[in-house]
Nanobody, 120 residues
Framework: QVQLVESGGGLVQAGGSLRLSCVAS????????MGWYRQAPGKQRELVAS???????IYADSGKGRFTISRDNAKKTEYLQMNSLKPEDTAVYYC??????????????WGQGTQVTVSS
């Protein structure tokens, strides 16, 4: 059974940093694009950043220059380093795995989410 388990969320003051991690199991990790999404209360889930199986990264404008996404295929783990956090970054952050090569295209999995709260 595929599992994506996020960790690293918490409460931080504005200007602070957090590093989110997502460990995947039961998937061929290297064949998946990995992403981070977030959902604030009353808002739709939105992309924060993604990294393809080939390492190409995409960032939402809200996180450019502050967030860095990375992956370690050997550990089946993706990361999101978040610096200079703002109260508007407060949300539940979700890990996503989406097959982006060959046989795995179309497969899509989500983690349960980790809460990030930024106080002003």
């Amino acid at each position: 059974q595929v599992q994506l388990v996020e960790s690293g969320g918490g409460l931080v003051q504005a200007g602070g940093s957090l590093r989110l991690s997502c460990v995947a199991s039961a998937i061929t990790f290297s064949n998946y694009a990995m992403g981070w999404y977030r959902q604030a209360p009353g808002k739709q889930r939105e992309l924060v950043a993604s990294i393809s199986s080939g390492g190409r990264t995409i960032y939402a404008d809200s996180g450019k220059g502050r967030f860095t996404i990375s992956r370690d295929n050997a550990k089946k783990t993706e990361y999101l380093q978040m610096n200079s956090l703002k109260p508007e970054d407060t949300a539940v952050y979700y890990c996503n795995a989406r097959g982006d090569t060959g046989y795995w295209i179309g497969r899509d999995y989500w983690g349960q989410g980790t809460q990030v709260t930024v106080s002003s």
